[in-house]
């Protein structure tokens, strides 16, 4: 079983798809955890990033049902399937007054103190599939870009980490971020400062495989205008971002603990 930790409906597939469907073509069976999934509130906090980001997705004023389907269509593409939780993006997460953590400047920061949502994974039940097998893979973001989400579902993976021992553990980077170097070396920062030494692997894929990825992201309807002009400009990118990891072969890159 190979589990796969995604802040958000898309960063596992931005990030791993073709690492995932190298897996399941091999018949390996592989799961995605979508940690902010759920419906937002009604009402909708007053909240910049909320305004910003419904205007751009462009669903409506619950784009988490059209995210929703589009991750399960994505992850059908690559071979997986999906797991949603039913937590708020940070977006719409608020204090007890109501007022938001996280506005729009705010989203690449620190976390909030207030913020609940880690304690809420820490009291989640994966699924039984996951925690009666016997070979388990748990696959963690790094936090490359330093997001709240990212960064709260790293910590989650570094709690599930001590919990079940017996678990292999590969850290990802989360594309697109990760096309900027320097996040990547600040994420890992995080875990020098923590004493957690990191080898980076390059896991090198086929056009086969690279083309089912870029097949899964273009699911994700509401989020290419945030990231790219169209569609082919999108594959474009992918394979440039998987040709610098691989050092001009195709890959994806992850880390584990040194011996």
């Given at each position: 079983?190979?589990?796969?930790l995604s802040p958000h409906l898309d960063d596992?597939?931005?990030?791993?798809?073709?690492?995932?469907?190298?897996?399941?073509?091999?018949?390996?069976?592989?799961?995605?955890?979508?940690?902010?999934?759920?419906?937002?509130?009604?009402?909708?906090?007053?909240?910049?990033?909320?305004?910003?980001?419904?205007?751009?997705?462009?669903?409506?004023?619950?784009?988490?049902?059209?995210?929703?389907?589009?991750?399960?269509?994505?992850?059908?593409?690559?071979?997986?399937?999906?797991?949603?939780?039913?937590?708020?993006?940070?977006?719409?997460?608020?204090?007890?007054?109501?007022?938001?953590?996280?506005?729009?400047?705010?989203?690449?920061?620190?976390?909030?103190?207030?913020?609940?949502?880690?304690?809420?994974?820490?009291?989640?039940?994966?699924?039984?599939?996951?925690?009666?097998?016997?070979?388990?893979?748990?696959?963690?973001?790094?936090?490359?870009?330093?997001?709240?989400?990212?960064?709260?579902?790293?910590?989650?993976?570094?709690?599930?980490?001590?919990?079940?021992?017996?678990?292999?553990?590969?850290?990802?980077?989360?594309?697109?971020?990760?096309?900027?170097?320097?996040?990547?070396?600040?994420?890992?920062?995080?875990?020098?400062?923590?004493?957690?030494?990191?080898?980076?692997?390059?896991?090198?894929?086929?056009?086969?495989?690279?083309?089912?990825?870029?097949?899964?992201?273009?699911?994700?309807?509401?989020?290419?205008?945030?990231?790219?002009?169209?569609?082919?400009?999108?594959?474009?990118?992918?394979?440039?971002?998987?040709?610098?990891?691989?050092?001009?072969?195709?890959?994806?890159?992850?880390w584990h603990e040194s011996d």
């Amino acid at each position: 079983m190979h589990l796969f930790l995604s802040p958000h409906l898309d960063d596992a597939v931005f990030s791993c798809g073709a690492t995932i469907r190298r897996l399941t073509a091999n018949r390996q069976s592989v799961l995605i955890v979508s940690v902010t999934a759920g419906d937002p509130p009604d009402p909708l906090p007053d909240n910049d990033a909320v305004r910003e980001l419904h205007g751009r997705w462009a669903v409506g004023t619950n784009p988490s049902l059209a995210r929703r389907s589009e991750d399960i269509n994505a992850a059908r593409l690559v071979g997986a399937t999906v797991y949603h939780l039913p937590f708020h993006d940070c977006i719409y997460r608020t204090d007890k007054d109501g007022k938001p953590l996280y506005r729009h400047a705010d989203l690449f920061g620190s976390v909030h103190p207030e913020d609940q949502l880690l304690d809420g994974l820490l009291d989640t039940s994966l699924p039984a599939q996951v925690t009666e097998s016997a070979d388990v893979t748990l696959y963690i973001p790094l936090g490359v870009g330093g997001h709240v989400d990212h960064q709260i579902t790293r910590d989650w993976g570094l709690a599930l980490k001590e919990k079940y021992p017996a678990w292999k553990v590969r850290f990802y980077e989360e594309y697109p971020y990760s096309g900027d170097e320097m996040a990547t070396e600040r994420a890992l920062e995080f875990f020098m400062w923590n004493d957690i030494r990191l080898d980076s692997q390059i896991f090198w894929v086929s056009e086969t495989e690279v083309d089912a990825k870029i097949q899964a992201i273009a699911c994700y309807n509401s989020q290419i205008s945030t990231f790219w002009k169209s569609e082919n400009e999108m594959a474009i990118a992918i394979r440039q971002a998987m040709l610098r990891a691989g050092r001009t072969v195709l890959a994806e890159r992850y880390w584990h603990e040194s011996d």
